[in-house]
Every structure is written in C-alpha cells, then in structure tokens.
C-alpha cells in the first residue's frame, strides 16, 4: 500500500514558465524534499498510484493542470520509478485566503494553510478502481 504526503512550502512552478532554468531548479527542490519526506523506502516500482494537488495560492496564481507534471516528474526518482505509475490525477487550487475548515483537512495541508503563504500539499496513494471514481 502506498501512502505518501509532502507539503511544498513554496509557489509552484508552472510548466509553462519562460526559464527552463528555474524550472529545473524547481524540480530539483521538489525532488529534494520528497526525498527527505520518503526517506531511505525504495522507490515505488509496480502499483497503479492516485496523484492529489492541493494549491494553496495568492491572488495571482498558477494554472492548476500546469503545476501538475513539474511535480510528478520530481517525484521520479525518490518516490517513484516511473511517473507512468501515475495513473488518476486531481489537482485542485483555493485561494489561501479562503475559508476552510481546518480541522478537516490532513494534518500536512492544514500546517500549509496555518503557514498563511503559497504552497501545494502532494499525497500519492493506491488507486481506487474505476468503479469507484465514477
């Protein structure tokens, strides 16, 4: 069973930004801290796997279907043996300003929303089967 979670204290990165410099780096940041979030677990290598944005944003925020494969691809390599594991996607972007109730989000997205700046909450998990999303 997979279950990970990863908090990126930072505005994402749109992939559709104009330096591919600063998005590379943007990658390598990522990829650093689902490195210290998973640990020394081997790469997940054989599972149908669900991918969860969340994106807390300012005002003028990222698309959300843009922040998507910056992140999943940083997470090839830590997290992941190959993105193609990757099987549904949901992204989703709320103003950080908005009104939540706190105490019913994961503990991870609820220390981005108390950080009161820009940052997107990752949880990868099982796949649920079709059936199910429908």
Request: with cysteine; glycine share 6%.
């Amino acid at each position: 069973m997979t279950d990970f979670e990863l908090l990126i204290l930072r505005r994402p990165l749109s992939l559709q930004t104009g330096s591919r410099k600063n998005l590379q780096a943007w990658k390598r940041f990522v990829a650093g801290e689902a490195e210290k979030a998973w640990g020394d677990q081997s790469p997940v290598a054989s599972a149908d796997l669900h991918l969860t944005l969340v994106y807390l944003s300012g005002i003028h925020a990222a698309d959300a279907d843009n922040i998507i494969k910056p992140i999943q691809d940083a997470l090839v390599g830590p997290v992941l043996a190959d993105d193609r594991l990757v099987v549904d996607v949901e992204s989703h972007r709320r103003l950080i300003t908005g009104m939540f109730e706190p105490t019913r989000l994961p503990a991870l997205l609820r220390q981005g929303l108390l950080a009161g700046k820009e940052c997107v909450y990752v949880r990868l998990r099982d796949a649920q089967p079709l059936e199910e999303l429908l």
